[in-house]
């Protein structure tokens, strides 16, 4: 593989302030299941908690995971992760009934496809795209 080329991208983490309400909402948008993240043992086990997005390392993409961690907030950031889909319409249609809410619907981006932009039930804002 040439690495000039590859995604550099390998991580993502999405910081929130309830896990539960994050999961049901991120599990039920995208019709997936999420799993927690083994962490190492130690005296602050309630600092941090891990829920991790599916992913084939070998495969498409990269992965990550919701993580609630103490002294961090959900709101506020600048980065906006993407989420794939086969045609945005159909995520876009699941966003508020999970809690979220719809920024942009479901728009044209070109030759590039189209985009949904939405704020969850944290605060953070992401998007679905897709080729249609």
């Known amino acids: 593989m040439d690495r000039q080329k590859a995604n550099p991208v390998v ?3 999405i910081y929130v ?3 539960d309400r994050a999961q049901q909402f991120y599990e039920a948008v995208l019709n997936l299941k999420l799993e927690e993240l083994p962490l190492p043992e130690s005296e602050d086990d309630n600092l941090l908690q891990m829920m991790f997005f ?3 390392a070998a495969g498409f993409g ?3 995971a919701l993580v609630k961690m103490e002294g961090f907030t959900s709101t506020g950031n600048c980065t ?3 989420f794939h889909s086969k045609d945005c319409s159909i995520e876009e249609k699941r966003i508020e009934a999970a809690g979220g809410t719809i920024f942009k619907s479901k728009m044209p981006i070109g030759k590039y496809g189209a985009i949904v932009l939405a704020t ?3 605060g953070n804002m992401f998007g679905i795209h897709s080729m249609e």
């Open 11 to 13: 991580w993502f983490e």
């Open 62 to 64: 990269c992965s990550g």
């Open 54 to 56: 599916p992913a084939d």
């Open 80 to 82: 906006i992760i993407y």
């Open 17 to 19: 302030q309830q896990m």
């Open 120 to 122: 969850d039930t944290e």
